[in-house]
């Protein structure tokens, strides 16, 4: 995984994708909020679409020394995070030549497919590696799962996608502790330490 810096004239710019239900919103809230604290103007964008239903959700964080717009234009994302394999492919029109992605090795099945309308696609993988060639699969269902919370993946995600920025842990973790409410506060800074933790070990393992 190639780090993403910022520097002093640099827009760093991140796409979190995903369907209702995953906690995008609350991702993109830690990410917005470690990026404040490390200093930077930070501006975000949020588009839910049926999320209620299970629809499509996008999020958009930008930070650097000064943000105009929450906005990212196609072909410009440094980043894509995505919490489902699917959606991360339908996003991919967002990142520029060789920017980021991190996804969840996560397969969600929509009403068309589970009502026979449409089929989940059996080469999913072999898209995302022609679609992204600087790409992290993190397992943060499963690791959520050991958690004890599956609704920890969202940021154990974030905690693998940390690696590939560098802002600084520290500032992750006032992320998360003024993102999460206080009772759940233990298990999210777990899961993120966790998926930042295995993504390093992956990291190594591949070199």
């Known amino acids: ?83 489902e394999k699917v959606e991360a492919v339908r996003g991919a029109h967002y990142v520029k030549s060789g920017g980021l992605a991190v996804i969840a090795n996560t397969q969600i099945i929509p009403t068309t497919v589970s009502s026979g309308l449409c089929d989940y696609p059996a080469d999913i993988d072999d898209r995302l590696k022609n679609a992204f060639s600087n790409l992290s699969l993190i397992d943060a269902q499963q690791k959520a799962v050991e958690l004890g919370n599956v609704k920890a993946a969202n940021v154990v995600l974030m905690g693998g996608l940390s690696v590939g920025l560098d802002l600084p842990l520290d500032v992750w973790h006032e992320g998360v502790k003024t993102s999460v409410k206080p009772k759940f506060l233990e298990l999210n800074l777990k899961a993120f330490d966790e998926g930042r933790a295995m993504t390093i070990a992956s990291q190594s393992a591949n070199a």
């Open 1 to 83: 995984m190639n780090q993403v810096n910022a520097s002093e004239d640099k827009v760093t710019s991140v796409v979190l994708l995903g369907v209702g239900g995953q906690g995008i919103l609350l991702a993109s809230e830690i990410m917005a909020r470690a990026a404040m604290h490390a200093g930077f103007d930070v501006k975000t964008n949020e588009v839910h679409g049926m999320a209620q239903r299970g629809g499509s959700v996008i999020a958009q964080v930008r930070y650097g020394q000064k943000v105009y717009s929450p906005l990212i234009a196609e072909r410009t994302a440094d980043v894509l995070a995505s919490f």
